[in-house]
């Protein structure tokens, strides 16, 4: 992660970071070296209150309000595009006239595929496998209309850990006859505007992978982020929807269950109070990568 950026700086290339989450920093080292990469670099930007503090602390007398700046995740900017290959099913389900209500949920493979080693270097409350998959019974439980479309946001081979196509399909095995005709898998691999446009034709979204919640809140459909590190509550707080964080390191198996269901409940008075924040998060957000646009083009 550091090569690439000593190289550019060595090289006497303008170095600009876009907006990310600073540390933590476990050992002294790292953070020596990320601090020095942040105090020659030409820009840089970070997308939560907590790196921003930091970032001002780290740099002392070298911090500039210019060059350092507090914005939101480029993903909230991301423009839709409607895929080309989605099945018939899935189209229907996503259609504007279907007469039920239409939940989505992405399966992190980081959380799922290896869990004990996942709940243990995360501190999950419990296993993210038993969370997601509690979670989701729950929602199709409560409501027994709903249809639930998973949808995979990170896209390796199903063999390595990182697969959420392969945590997503063992979801589907779990609930066994729950899921018969009420839970569908968006396969294949959509680009990122095509995920975005899969996500803003739902009525309600969680998820443990940040930018598939980015994708789906941008495009104003309630959203309950699943947190297993303080960087979706600094993004989520940015934007104004803080309280929309489940915290997997405090809620356990029947906690988070419980609180998914109450925001799906709530998903309507979401989406209206979602709404009139909408405009001002996606006009700071054009601000914002226009400010960027033009410490590049300088």
Known sequence: MCLTKRMALDAG???ILLPQKLGPFRDPRCKQEATEIMRRATAVWV???????????????????????????????????QPIHLPDSV????????????????VSGLLCNE?????????????HVDQVTELARALLTYDKDVRLLLVPHVHKPVAEAESDLR????????????????????EGQPDAMELKWILARLDWFAGARMHATIGA???????????YTDKAQG????????????????????????????????????????????DGIRQRASR???????QIGN
């Open 217 to 227: 809140f941008s495009s104003g459909v309630p959203t309950l982020g699943l947190g």
């Open 91 to 106: 189209m229907r389900w996503v259609a504007g006239d279907r007469d039920f209500p239409l939940a989505g949920l992405n």
């Open 47 to 81: 997308r939560d209150a907590q790196s921003y503090d930091y970032l001002q602390h780290q740099l002392g007398r070298d911090f500039d309000p210019s060059r350092h700046r507090l914005g939101m995740d480029v993903a909230v900017s991301l423009p839709e595009k």
């Open 13 to 15: 290339v303008p170095l």
């Open 167 to 186: 945590a997503t399909r063992e979801l589907v095995q779990r609930l066994g006859h729950l899921a018969e005709g009420r839970v569908q898998v968006i």
């Open 288 to 294: 914002e990568m226009d400010d960027i646009a033009q």
């Open 235 to 278: 993004v989520f707080d940015e934007c104004g929807i803080g309280s929309e964080v489940a915290d997997l390191r405090r809620l356990d198996v029947r906690s988070l269950a419980d609180r998914t269901v109450a925001s799906f409940a709530n998903r309507c008075v979401a989406k209206t109070e979602l709404a009139g924040r909408l």
């Open 115 to 127: 869990a004990e080693q996942s709940r243990s270097t995360f501190g999950l409350a419990d296993s």
